[in-house]
Every structure is written in C-alpha cells, then in structure tokens.
C-alpha cells in the first residue's frame, strides 16, 4: 500500500526558508516521477516542482530561481527547499508520485499536505 508522508511546514517570515520532505512507502520510488502541489485557500491545486525517475527537475515560473526540488531515492523521500518565500507561497503543500501500477496504468498517490504559512 502506497503512502505519502509530507512534514517540515510551518510559519515562516517573508524571504525566509523551509525544507519540506515527503516520506514515501509502499512505491518503486526509484522508478516513479515525483512532484509538489500546492493549494491557497479558494484556488485550485498547482503544480510547484517536479522531478521524474530519470531526473531533470522543472519548476513553476512563480518559484524559479527560489525552491529547489531534489530526491534521495535510497531514504524514498523527496524534497523541496523553499528559499525567500513570499506571502504568495502560503498555501498547503502536497507531495504526489505517479506509480504505475501494470494494467491500471499510472496511478496518482497523494499525501496528506503540510501547510506554510508566510508572514510576518
């Protein structure tokens, strides 16, 4: 069964830093893409930061040059440094991997969130 840990949010001051992890079990984490979403109250969930099995991470325009999204696949975690964060940031963040899951196809896991909260 896939799981999906997120932790490391928190309240942070604008132009501050966090480092959140997603905790994964259950995945052929090595092999599954892996990315961050984020959603502000009364807006739709965004995608932040992505990194697929093979790497090369992409980001959001609004969070390039500021979060970087890495992995170690030998701890199954994934992570997002967040560096100079703005009010705009503040949202509940939520880690997914796409599993594929033989005849099923690829299916979408999600983690709970974890909320960052930018202000000062």
């Known amino acids: 069964q896939v799981h999906l840990v997120e932790s490391g949010g928190g309240l942070v001051q604008p132009g501050g830093s966090l480092r959140l992890s997603c905790e994964t079990s259950?995945?052929?984490?090595?092999?599954?893409?892996m990315s961050w979403h984020r959603q502000a109250p009364g807006k739709e969930r965004e995608l932040v930061a992505g990194?697929?099995?093979?790497?090369?991470?992409h980001y959001a325009d609004s969070v390039k040059g500021r979060f970087t999204i890495s992995r170690d696949n030998a701890k199954d975690t994934v992570y997002l440094q967040m560096n100079d964060l703005k009010p705009e940031d503040q949202a509940v963040y939520y880690c997914?991997?796409?599993?594929?899951?033989?005849?099923?196809?690829?299916?979408?896991?999600w983690g709970q969130g974890t909320k960052v909260t930018v202000s000062s």
């Open positions: 997914k991997t796409e599993q594929p899951e033989g005849r099923y196809g690829v299916l979408d896991y």
């Open positions: 259950g995945t052929i984490f090595e092999r599954n893409d």
């Open positions: 990194i697929p099995a093979d790497g090369g991470a």
